[in-house]
């Protein structure tokens, strides 16, 4: 069975702060990896893609660990507009994308 | 920009009524997607297609058709809608099939969403 497991959260956090989310997949054969954000009432956007040597785009840190199928996003200096949930998604048989059910996150001032 | 359009914003029905969601893209794609998205339960894969006049069952099919007579356009449709598919829907494209020069690939557009209301 083909799963994507977040922790719910919420994740209430003070402006500045760093906080890391995790995600575990279920496939091992999963080959492409991403987080994507969802605003209040709004659609999901890709938010950056995961890859195995990890990538750093900004504030945003992903993390890929094969062997644990494993993946981790850490936000830097939190701010307020960082407010969101935040969904992992795998890449199933090179076909379909499979959704966490996302990780919720409120920062305040 | 890519730009993914759904038909309707809200949508109310009645239960047994044949529902019509409409979805189009504008940028070539060849892969798109309905979602349905309930609290607590995320998005799940309705249905998908890679190419004209093909489709793919996703996670949960029961209860819902699919159409794509045209690259652009995706329609899901309810055959006799009940009071269960009450749900946020959500339609998205890729480009998937390209050559990955990029690395994007495989990222989703997704529509703003079709709220239906079945009573």
């Known amino acids: 069975r083909k799963e994507v497991e977040q922790d719910p959260g919420p994740f209430n956090v003070p402006e500045g702060a760093t906080v890391a989310f995790n995600c575990t997949y279920s496939?091992?054969?999963?080959?492409?990896f991403f987080w994507y954000r969802q605003d209040c009432r709004k659609e999901p956007k890709l938010l950056m893609s995961?890859?195995?040597s990890g990538n750093e785009d900004g504030r945003f840190t992903a993390q890929l660990n094969r062997a644990s199928q494993y993946i981790s996003l850490l936000i830097r200096d939190s701010k307020l507009s960082d407010s969101a949930t935040y969904l992992c998604?795998?890449?199933?048989?090179?076909?379909?994308?499979?959704f966490g059910k996302g990780t919720t996150l409120s920062v305040s001032s | 920009d890519v730009k993914v359009t759904q038909s309707s914003r809200y949508l109310v029905k009645r239960t047994g009524e044949k529902v019509f969601l409409e979805c189009v893209q504008d940028?070539?794609?060849?892969?798109m997607f309905w979602y349905r998205q309930d609290p607590g339960l995320g998005l799940r894969l309705i249905y998908f297609?890679?190419?004209?006049?093909?489709?793919e069952k996703g996670d949960i099919p029961e209860g819902y058709s699919v159409s794509r007579e045209k690259k652009e356009r995706f329609s899901l449709i309810l055959e006799s809608a009940s009071t269960n598919q009450t749900s946020m829907y959500l339609c998205?494209?890729?480009?998937?099939?390209?050559?990955?020069?990029?690395?994007?690939?495989?990222?989703?557009?997704f529509g703003p969403g079709t709220r239906l209301t079945v009573t």
């Open positions: 998205a494209s890729s480009l998937w099939g390209r050559p990955r020069t990029s690395g994007r690939t495989y990222e989703q557009y």
């Open positions: 940028m070539d794609h060849e892969n």
């Open positions: 496939n091992s054969a999963s080959q492409s």
């Open positions: 995961v890859y195995s």
């Open positions: 297609s890679y190419d004209v006049k093909m489709k």
């Open positions: 998604v795998v890449l199933w048989a090179g076909t379909a994308l499979i």
